[in-house]
């Protein structure tokens, strides 16, 4: 009974599932690739088409309307309609309709108006070319598709989250959409990447088609030696989410600002006045490396295509616009063409039966039957003049005409009629036997009267990645406390026993035994009272140290650059034994020391200087050079003015330091 029952529940899940997951995606969230519309803007835009007077319409009645096509409430219809409105293609606007830049909301609906722009007009609807279904209630119709004729998926963007699959399509630039279309068709490569109303530098080196990964910056100039001022922001940011990441990047301590002030309206523009003695391009790089100045972004082209949801690049998306597009206006031309017939077979039908006076035929005949016949008998001889065979409604038009439009019909007038539907019917011919060239030419009016709208905002450039690390300011005290062996930035030590450091930094740690490791910055960790050196892991340190081979008493002196590591692990300076110890230590170049031996009587210096510069550069694992068969009791740092001094009294020491 229990299997039963979980049976059909499991059952009625993926049923249901199944159908609401198809619903989400198709009638939802992904944009559909023929018109580059999600279902909400589809249906707003056909609302406005169909109350289109030229006037502007409050918001409010355009949404109310929307909802007959829209079952999913005045909030998305609304939000949808604004954002359609602030893209600035289809939908012109009056009243406030927001702010991209700070992010300010728009006002209510029932106090800005819109209506449908010159370019949606022109370039969306086609009635004779739509295909309509019931809507969600039955009582309207509306359409599948509009037959759009721009790349309305590329121009405009679009992002959404369906089950299990998201899209986030990026804005490009109206010209050079519409010039890759005429590459296109012309056969030549092309390449198209996004351009935002905010503006700023883009880096596409990784957009990978639409699939890849952006990274986008702040447009940021400076004012004086003490300021700078942000100009444009990154795609997707408003200049309050900017200033909070600036002022929490500053409470973080990752760079000092003395003030910042936002005074973006119709343009974008924040101060930020810098503390004394902060350079201007270091602060630039903390602001890329530390706040939302620089963004990532990663595309993903996920659309609807032949009702499947699909993964294309922006070349396919593009080349499929461009195929449709072609096709449109040829079956504009083929409905004109159709209409242009029509109309001649009307002119040619109308000047025959009136020159020819073949109304006098029809005056004896006794029914409305014997009319049709004998003018349909009539027009025979004149059949090859004719655009088709006449039919009983094109008798009935004939029919249809006034005595008084007889009397004064002109049949000059009528050639010349005739004469000009011809020519539009050869000129309609002509471009459906080249429609490359009728759509190149299509192409290139709508950029010679909208082109100048629609200018490049967002500068294509290429830029290196700030590391982070790189750019931190040094402001964390790592200090080391001696008597109770603990490490960390919490612990309060003596100026001589702390490091200046930032949190991304590694600490290498070297102990008196002969042990190092590297470690993160740590807050407060016990290492024990054998710690000899500590600080930042820098690639080009040079490490110069003796050490007491504990095994057989001999003491080695070597020099290395910074180990490689991995974190946490313990590695060893040499080998391990328990009166193994490092008796000097010291980094850098140019260091002298001076060795002092156990005394012996068959020498009669116990003590002597060396260069370590003369020492090669080893690896971390080499043992080093041995400096003497005589046990070493200590060594010291001199400076090269003693060490100059010990060569001169003793050439045979400077040459045997030359190693």
Not at 194 to 213: C, H, I, K, M, T
Request: charged letters at 30%; one cysteine or more.
């Amino acid at each position: 009974m229990k299997a039963t029952q979980y049976g059909s529940l499991h059952r009625l899940f993926d049923e249901n599932f199944i159908d609401y997951t198809s619903y989400v995606i198709r009638e939802r969230a992904i944009p559909d690739v023929a018109d580059g519309l999600k279902p909400v803007q589809r249906r707003i835009l056909q609302t406005l088409h169909s109350v289109d007077d030229g006037r502007f319409h409050k918001v409010a009645n355009v949404v109310g309307e929307t909802m007959k096509l829209h079952p999913h409430g005045d909030a998305s219809i609304f939000s949808a309609l604004v954002n359609l409105a602030n893209k600035g293609y289809l939908i012109d606007r009056q009243g406030n309709f927001g702010n991209i830049y700070t992010g300010d909301s728009a006002s209510a609906a029932r106090y800005i108006e819109c209506r449908l722009s010159p370019l949606a007009r022109e370039s969306t609807f086609n009635r004779d070319l739509t295909e309509f279904v019931d809507s969600y209630d039955g009582r309207l119709r509306e359409p599948v598709a509009l037959p759009a004729k721009l790349p309305l998926l590329l121009l405009q963007g679009v992002e959404g989250i369906a089950v299990g699959m998201a899209t986030k399509i990026m804005p490009h630039n109206f010209c050079e959409l519409l010039t890759a279309q005429k590459k296109i068709l012309k056969g030549e490569e092309f390449a198209v990447f996004p351009d935002f109303l905010q503006g700023g530098l883009l880096d596409v080196s990784a957009y990978n088609e639409g699939n890849g990964r952006l990274r986008c910056r702040a447009r940021i100039a400076q004012k004086d030696d003490q300021t700078i001022i942000i100009r444009e922001i990154p795609y997707g940011t408003t200049t309050q989410g900017l200033i909070e990441s600036i002022e929490k990047a500053t409470r973080a301590g990752k760079f000092k600002i003395l003030s910042i002030n936002d005074y973006t309206a119709e343009e974008v523009e924040i101060e930020i006045k810098l503390a004394r003695g902060l350079k201007i391009e270091e602060t630039v790089k903390a602001l890329y490396a530390f706040t939302d100045c620089e963004i990532s972004i990663s595309p993903n082209l996920t659309v609807i295509r032949d009702n499947t949801p699909a993964i294309l690049t922006v070349s396919e998306v593009l080349r499929e616009n461009t195929a449709r597009l072609s096709s449109l206006l040829e079956k504009e031309l083929q409905i004109e063409l159709t209409r242009l017939k029509e109309r001649l077979q009307g002119h040619l039908l109308e000047r025959i039966f009136i020159e020819h006076r073949l109304y006098q035929q029809i005056e004896e005949c006794p029914s409305y039957e014997l009319v049709i016949t004998t003018v349909a008998e009539a027009l025979l001889p004149f059949a090859a003049d004719l655009i088709r065979p006449v039919s009983q409604e094109d008798i009935e038009k004939l029919l249809e005409i006034k005595i008084k439009r007889i009397s004064r019909y002109d049949i000059e007038r009528k050639k010349k009629e005739i004469k000009v539907v011809e020519q539009q019917i050869k000129k309609v011919k002509t471009r459906l036997r080249d429609m490359v060239g009728f759509t190149l030419c299509f192409l290139d009016d709508l950029l010679a009267r909208y082109g100048q709208e629609y200018p490049r905002r967002t500068e294509l450039t290429a830029f290196a990645e700030v590391q982070a690390r790189q750019v931190a300011l040094a402001n964390l005290s790592l200090g080391y406390d001696r008597k109770s062996g603990f490490l960390g930035v919490q612990i309060k030590a003596t100026p001589e026993n702390t490091v200046a450091c930032s949190e991304y930094d590694k600490i290498l740690l070297i102990a008196k035994s002969g042990w190092y490791k590297v470690i993160n910055v740590p807050t407060k960790i016990f290492i024990g009272h054998d710690l000899l050196w500590w600080g930042r892991v820098a690639e080009k340190t040079i490490f110069n140290l003796v050490y007491r081979d504990g095994n057989r008493n001999f003491s080695h002196l070597k020099r290395f650059v910074t180990p490689k590591f991995v974190i946490d692990r313990e590695y060893r300076l040499f080998a391990e034994h328990r009166r193994s110890e490092i008796i000097f230590f010291k980094t850098g170049e140019g260091i002298n020391i001076r060795v002092y031996f156990t005394a012996s009587s068959h020498t009669r210096s116990n003590r002597e200087i060396f260069r370590c510069d003369n020492f090669s550069l080893k690896g971390v694992t080499a043992i080093g050079k041995r400096l003497s068969a005589r046990p070493v009791r200590r060594v010291e740092d001199v400076s090269d003015a003693v060490a100059a001094k010990a060569e001169e009294s003793s050439p045979q020491s400077a040459l045997f330091n030359k190693l």
